[in-house]
């Protein structure tokens, strides 16, 4: 008898050049989001996932702590952040649009996360073909990450695959603000959508796109 717990079993595919370990891997604490792994010369991870123990689920993907470059967050949701815990001791840079970080700190107290507009971060995102877009609306710091090669959209809880957008009724959300992130996203000629819930796409991105600011002209009050 070795003794202890088996290592987590996680839903995981393939979008693209993005491993997926999708947000059912992580229940029975709390809701979690999708988490997405590029790898490169490193592994960079974007969104960290609503469970505490994402360490262990990133390893039985076969991914070392001590190989992550980098963990980039779409927003400071909890759902989205909580599995910094386990990867703390490894001091993985950990960058968050400094309009979220309260909502960071209120979630993984002390996660020191670094300003992701600054050179740093957008040199490490540079060298893997990935641009920032600021997208406020579901909190004021809400970001997307572009993967240019492929037109793939990291989206966050901004928009999801079927033609929804996010929440704009939580604290520091903001419709007008929303429908503004929703009109610059449809003229960016977006093929993928890897949503921070629910099933990615590979292709019609802009097509939802579209749907989703529609349907937030009619929802929302600009
Ligand atoms: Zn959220």
Known sequence: ?????????????????????????FTGVTISSNVYVLESDRFYVFDA???????????????????????????????????LRSLRQFEVPTFI??????LLE???????AIEVSC?????????IGIEKIDTP?????????????????????TVF??????????PGGSDAQM??????LSRMGIDAILPGHGMYTMEGGSDALKTALSNAKCLLVP
Do not use: N, W
């Open 119 to 127: 050179e740093g971060p957008a040199r490490i995102l540079e060298s």
């Open 1 to 25: 008898m070795s003794g202890g717990l088996p290592p987590p079993q996680p839903l995981v595919s393939r979008a693209g050049r993005f491993l997926v370990i999708h947000e059912e891997s």
């Open 161 to 170: 695959s079927e033609g929804f957008f996010g929440r704009t009724d939580l």
């Open 137 to 157: 609306g579901h909190t004021p710091g809400s970001v997307c990450y572009l993967s240019k090669p492929d037109r793939t959209l990291i989206s966050g809880d």
């Open 97 to 102: 649009s400094t309009k979220d970080a309260a």
């Open 106 to 112: 209120s979630s993984v107290q002390g996660a020191g």
């Open 179 to 184: 429908i503004a992130s929703l009109e610059s």
């Open 49 to 83: 996932g609503g469970r505490p123990d994402l360490a262990s689920f990133l390893r039985a993907c076969g991914i070392e702590e001590g190989r992550i470059g980098a963990i980039f967050l779409t927003h400071g949701h909890y759902d989205h952040v909580t599995g």
